[in-house]
């Protein structure tokens, strides 16, 4: 099974972030043209997504090098790299200085601004004031305890099989599940294998993964599939309905899991598209002793496409904010727990 294969790429990724520092010639200047010019070769020869972001890097360079000589201010130079870095519009492209960070920030406004959850309400009308809290899950029962409700806000937060079994246990009436991943914004893969262990599995194909391996733009290794994990032991698959929550502020591992949901029969996804980030990151060093960070790796859903820019759900359900303010409802965990009462999944 190569369910491990995208861990293996994060040990690689890591692994040339440290080597390029090691290899990093002293006598190499740290002048402004240097970092920059350096910075954006860099990119040119390992970005993964040029294609998918449907920018021509060449322009970029052609419209801001200019900008760029000898003697200017740090945050003159940051400036100028940091507007190179947003034309690619990816959550995972970053630049470091010891002052600041540059970031997406169209992405980072529509994370807010398109958010689809109010937390307030989900805390106070669907949780309780009694919810459990198990391996980074909250988690209640629903609908008279047909429904289990589980909020995750962070892949970042550690969940084993044995921990999530044991959630699922602790409510013996289900007819099926809504797993909130609303506002989730990644962290851990092993997190998202964990939680598909108790799903069911026969060796189906996820998804599939290629690396950069060359300096043009369309040199990549052969794409190599992901499996389904095998089935924790001594656990019963959970073949009921599962309805994902997905919204605007879902980005990377987030995305991952939402792709891995075309494998299983059980699982439909409903809310809004993610903001994707499904390219896996590596970390470098510039002359200046800045550091940046760029995905080096594109992944293939299992229906043959790439969402980079988002993961569109089965089931397009805008979340009415008005209703949560004004009569502390949330009509997505309202229509989920509808859909597996009356409807089930096929």
């Known amino acids: 099974m190569k369910y491990f294969y995208y861990i293996v790429l994060t040990i690689v990724v890591v692994c040339c972030a440290g080597c390029e520092r090691a290899l990093m010639t002293d006598d190499l200047p740290a002048t402004a043209p240097t970092t920059f010019d350096y910075l954006w070769n860099k990119f040119d020869q390992q970005y993964s997504l040029f294609d998918v972001k449907g920018v021509d890097w060449d322009a970029v360079y052609d419209s801001l090098r200019p900008k760029v000589y000898g003697g200017m201010s740090a945050d003159s130079l940051f400036a100028v790299c940091a507007t190179m870095l947003g034309t690619l519009n990816d959550g995972h492209v970053n630049l470091y200085a010891g002052f600041d960070v540059s970031r997406a920030d169209s992405l980072y406004y529509r994370f807010y601004s398109q958010g689809g959850i109010d937390v307030n309400t989900m805390v106070l009308n669907y ?46 009436q289900l007819q099926g599940m809504v797993l909130d991943l609303r506002g989730n914004g990644g962290g851990s893969l092993s997190n998202v294998i964990n939680i598909l262990r108790l799903m069911p599995s026969h060796g189906q194909q996820l998804y599939s993964s290629q690396i950069k391996s060359g300096p043009a733009h369309d040199q990549f290794t052969p794409l190599v599939p992901t499996y389904a994990p095998d089935l924790s032991s001594d656990t019963t698959p959970f073949t009921k309905p599962v309805v994902v929550l997905i919204d605007r502020g879902c980005f990377s591992a987030t995305s991952v899991f939402a792709i891995c949901t075309q494998a299983y029969d059980n699982m439909l996804l409903m809310g809004d598209t993610t903001s994707g980030g499904l390219g896996l990151p590596t970390m470098g060093y510039l002359p200046n002793g800045w550091r940046y960070r760029m995905p080096v790796t594109r992944t293939e859903a299992l229906d043959g496409k790439n969402y980079e820019n988002g993961v569109p759900p089965d089931i397009l359900l805008p979340f009415d904010r008005h209703l949560a303010q004004t009569e502390g409802r949330d009509n997505l965990i309202d229509s989920a727990c509808s859909y597996i009462l009356h409807h089930g999944i096929n």
């Open 127 to 172: 949780l309780g004031m009694g919810y459990h809290s198990t391996g980074g899950m909250a988690h209640t029962a629903l609908c008279d305890g047909r429904v289990l409700y589980i909020y995750y806000g962070s892949f970042s937060s550690a969940v084993s099989p044995s921990l999530f079994r044991r959630i699922i246990q602790s409510y013996p």
